[in-house]
């Protein structure tokens, strides 16, 4: 089994430049979720979505977007990128009976 | 009052010690604490979890402690390994909505030495 993959796995934009880190589970959860980890702080909920159709703001969504147009696919949109945004991005899968997170293996992006 | 705050920041034990990990919340409506193991270029990964109704979880060498009066809970492993040496978050979810938005610490890596 995949799980949950992500890609890119190492990405460096330039300031103002636009891209989308895809993110894909074959398990078919219903919920899907986009963090990003910085050293020291944990990890943060960008945006989250409990199933198809249906998206919603975490902790820190400013200058991010998502869709969720099948259960598989969960793709997070950086517009206009800028330093703040260098980070390792998860995303990760739950299942309907489960409070179990999988996650992805991640995607490091560097914004200079 | 969303906030995990988790203790301390790093960790240096010897094989066969106990290191012990804590976390502390403000929100009474968590119902769900988790803690991940994240080894250096993965995802992290569930180690174990509790609910506030059980003051004790063991899972192999691993134990979470959940104190609901003070709110606070705590990691410890027993027999520590050099392979149990990664970062490890604690982790909680607010209310029983079931949407799984988990609110995590800040992270401790711990090295355990041969």
């Known amino acids: 089994n995949a799980g949950v993959t992500q890609t890119p796995k190492f990405r460096i934009l330039k300031i103002g430049q636009s891209m989308t880190l895809q993110c894909t589970q074959d398990m078919n959860h219903n919920y899907m979720y986009w963090y990003r980890q910085d050293p020291g702080m944990g990890l943060k909920l960008i945006y989250y979505?409990?199933?198809?159709?249906?998206?919603d703001k975490g902790e820190v969504p400013n200058g991010y977007n998502v869709s969720r147009s099948t259960t598989e696919d969960f793709p997070l949109r950086l517009e206009l990128a800028a330093p703040s945004q260098t980070s390792v991005y998860f995303c990760?899968?739950?299942?309907?009976?489960?409070?179990?997170?999988?996650f992805g293996e991640g995607s490091r992006l560097t914004v200079l | 009052q969303q906030q995990v705050k988790q203790s301390p920041q790093s960790l240096i034990v010897q094989k066969g010690g106990i290191p012990i990990i804590n976390c502390a919340y403000e929100n009474t409506a968590f119902d769900y604490f988790p803690w991940y193991q994240q080894f250096p270029g993965k995802g992290p990964a569930l180690l174990i979890a509790i609910r506030p109704d059980v003051s004790e979880k063991k899972e192999g060498r691993f134990t979470i402690s959940f104190n609901k009066s003070a709110k606070q809970f705590s990691l410890h492993i027993m027999d520590s390994q050099p392979g149990d040496s990664a970062t490890y978050f604690c982790a909680a979810a607010p209310g029983s909505s079931n949407t799984g938005k988990l609110i995590f610490g800040q992270g401790t890596t711990l090295q355990v030495k041969p």
């Open positions: 979505s409990v199933g198809a159709g249906i998206t």
């Open positions: 990760a899968s739950k299942g309907s009976n489960t409070g179990e997170l999988f």
